[in-house]
């Protein structure tokens, strides 16, 4: 039985699905690149974050907090499960597809690193899953490790 194809869902309409969840996103579409800016508060007890959102088709889409700035908790030396220049790892390779809407993928996966990221605040420790190892909380090779308590 032959598979039926599955279709990418392009960036302008990605960016229409986006304001129909947080209608106060603001973003376009020039050369075939999303680039989102939207307000996200992972709990009612949490800080309301501004994150950036970037898609191309072909690429990971790429999500960055810009508002307010990470900062590390007290005993770590780096932020835990980022990829370089702060890019927040929120899925292991393969899990997130060209034929997923961003709204309801990468959106909430952005809201539980943020809500990890608040109680590694607290408590120094990341309970956000991902690869474990000695001291790596990675999804993929490209993260970097964490180097605060595992």
């Known amino acids: 039985m032959a598979s039926t194809p599955t279709r990418a869902v392009n960036?302008?309409?990605q960016l229409t699905v986006i304001r129909l969840?947080?209608?106060?996103?603001?973003?376009?579409?020039?050369?075939?690149?999303?680039?989102?800016?939207?307000?996200?508060q992972p709990s009612p007890a949490s800080q309301t974050y501004t994150v950036r959102l970037r898609y191309?088709?072909?690429?990971?889409p790429q999500v960055t907090v810009i508002d307010p700035q990470l900062t590390l908790h007290p005993d770590a030396q780096a932020l835990p499960h980022v990829y370089p220049k702060e890019e927040l790892c929120l899925y292991y390779p393969g899990e997130w597809r060209y034929d997923?809407?961003?709204a309801t993928t990468i959106l909430p996966w952005t809201a539980e690193w943020l809500m990890h990221y608040e109680l590694w605040l607290i408590?120094?420790?990341?309970?956000?899953?991902?690869?474990?190892g000695r001291s790596t909380l990675c999804r993929d090779r490209r993260c970097r490790r964490d180097i605060g308590r595992a």
């Open 11 to 13: 960036p302008a309409r």
């Open 21 to 40: 969840v947080l209608p106060a996103a603001t973003g376009t579409v020039r050369s075939g690149e999303l680039d989102c800016v939207m307000s996200i």
């Open 56 to 60: 191309q088709h072909g690429r990971h």
């Open 100 to 102: 997923m809407l961003l």
């Open 123 to 132: 408590t120094g420790r990341w309970t956000g899953g991902g690869h474990t």
